[in-house]
């Protein structure tokens, strides 16, 4: 089975860091996403980590715990466009051979003035 | 990054209808493309994996016979939704994996369909 959870809303005011987190339980890990959703649009690929440890990219760093099963997203120096849903996806090892992304059901953030 | 497309970005049926959405690979060849519906303000839920040249792999609670999914290329994927219900109305996105690239940039989505039954 799995589960993949992470908070439903959060708040924060624009120029702030935010931490969005994850916790995970798959049957099989094959390495972590996070993607940016804009309403009506398909997601957009943010970070990818497979090891524990920290990948930063820019504004955007990434932390993973395999021991845990816990991931967090942080955003520096918000802005207002940073306004969207954030997506952990775990990518699912399958005997098929077939690596889908599974995904939590989002964040919503709003950045506000 | 690679390019995915889909086709309609949009489309409005009536109930007992039938509607395909095309999947559409344009600079790379997907082996693997995967479908997905996501409802309103909620994530993206997998509904099935689609190997080029065999049967999906349907995700549990997914009705096989409603969401029929044809991989017949390596560049195209078919999803038909069959008998449409207004309780089929959702976005629907799929994504293609390059297994050319690196491992992170592998899974790239499409802009999305959005389905309204009426």
């Known amino acids: 089975g799995q589960n993949i959870d992470q908070p439903t809303e959060m708040t924060a005011t624009e120029g702030a860091i935010v931490q969005i987190n994850c916790t995970y339980q798959t049957s099989g890990f094959n390495g972590l996403f996070w993607y940016q959703q804009h309403a009506g649009e398909a997601p957009t690929f943010l970070s990818y980590n497979v090891l524990d440890g920290l990948e930063e990219k820019g504004r955007f760093s990434s932390f993973l715990s395999r021991s845990k099963g816990y991931s967090y997203l942080l955003l520096k120096e918000l802005q207002m466009k940073d306004s969207a849903s954030y997506l952990c996806?775990?990518?699912?090892?399958?005997?098929?051979?077939?690596?889908?992304?599974?995904f939590g059901k989002g964040t919503r953030l709003s950045v506000i003035a | 990054g690679a390019v995915v497309s889909q086709h309609p970005s949009r489309v409005i049926c009536k109930s007992g209808t039938s509607v395909k959405i095309e999947c559409r690979s344009l600079?790379?060849?997907?082996?693997?493309m995967f479908w997905y519906r996501q409802f309103p303000k909620k994530s993206l839920m997998l509904m099935a994996t689609s190997n080029e040249g065999s049967k999906a792999t349907y995700e549990q609670g997914v009705e096989k016979d409603k969401f029929l999914i044809n991989h017949a290329s390596l560049t195209l994927s078919t999803l038909t939704v069959t008998s449409a219900h207004p309780e089929d109305s959702s976005f629907y996105i799929c994504s293609a994996r390059d297994r050319s690239g690196s491992a992170y940039n592998e899974q790239f989505f499409g802009p999305g369909t959005r389905l309204t039954v009426l």
């Open positions: 996806a775990v990518r699912r090892s399958m005997a098929s051979g077939n690596t889908p992304l599974v």
């Open positions: 600079d790379f060849q997907a082996t693997t």
